[in-house]
């Protein structure tokens, strides 16, 4: 029988709205949660990312300030930069859009966030505080993916989970996150020995490696709930030449006819991560400003 598949689109438009709904209770109290995001240099795929950022934010009811920099800023300025943000009352979250340019330090970038204010949940005590249980903004596609299981498992308590991939954006975080739901949980990696037979132990395999379609049918075990975080373009001649198109980490096809349930690429996880990063952004307003704690819209 072949696999239920998750909506991620779906789930994220459900995600919105319950953002916006606290949104609105939030600027009836007089705050209204600003986003700002920080883009350095040209890059295409990061200039259509921000656009993404900036129009949703704006649907859901929150203010959303861009500084769009050139490629050549020197790491003083945006050192300085992120210090005015640090300290604009009206700013609750601050994203520095990566890659950045070589010859800028992405740690030194990151950690000079404001932690209460990085919703992307990179700085090093967000992450820290993630590691200890403690409260923290949680990077967003991990915290995507753990809503996601959410909605489709209930309680995670006692599955056996797999993790492929060790990225400090998506594998560690997402292990910690599911250690935190009480999962058993192990991260596979290049240096796995027999990688194939650690997945099939999962009740739950989340694919973070980014090559694609690397896990096959066979690596699923029957039942399973899979979550690919793949994101890669490959070549589709059938589509006519120069044609590409989207796969995933999973080999989606053959792994739907084992796996319990799937997230597609596109439309799974991709859809939850801006969403997420809207959610952290309330998130972080309310904390702030001591509001209550938005339900179901944080870890």
Sequence with gaps: MA?????????????????????????AAGVVPGLAVVLVGEDPASQVYVRNKAAQTLEVGM????????????????LALIGALNADPSIH?????????RHLNADLVI??????????GFHVLNVGRLATGQEALVSCTPLGC????????GDLSGAEAVVLGRSNI?????????????????????????????CRRADILIAAVGRPRMVQGAWIKPGATVIDVGINRIAAP?????KTRLVGDVDFDAAAQVAGAITPVPGGVGPMTIAC?????????????????PEGLSI
Aim: hydrophobic share 45%.
């Design 63 to 78: 203010k959303s300030v861009e500084h769009r920099l050139p490629a050549d800023t020197g790491e003083a300025a945006l």
């Design 93 to 101: 979250g601050i994203l520095v859009q990566l890659p950045l340019p």
């Design 111 to 120: 950690n000079a966030i404001d932690p209460d204010k990085d919703v992307d």
């Design 277 to 293: 990063l809207l959610a952290n952004t309330v998130t972080a307003a309310s904390r702030l400003h001591g509001l209550a704690r």
């Design 146 to 153: 753990l809503l996601l299981l959410r909605e489709r498992l």
């Design 3 to 27: 696999a239920d598949i998750i909506d991620g689109k779906a789930f994220a438009a459900r995600l919105r709205g319950r953002v916006a709904e606290h949104v609105a209770r939030m600027v």
């Design 170 to 198: 998506v594998g560690k975080p997402m292990a910690q996150l599911l250690l935190r739901d009480s999962c058993t949980v192990t991260v596979a990696h290049s240096r796995t020995r027999d990688v194939a037979e650690v």
């Design 238 to 242: 059938e589509r006519g030449e120069g």
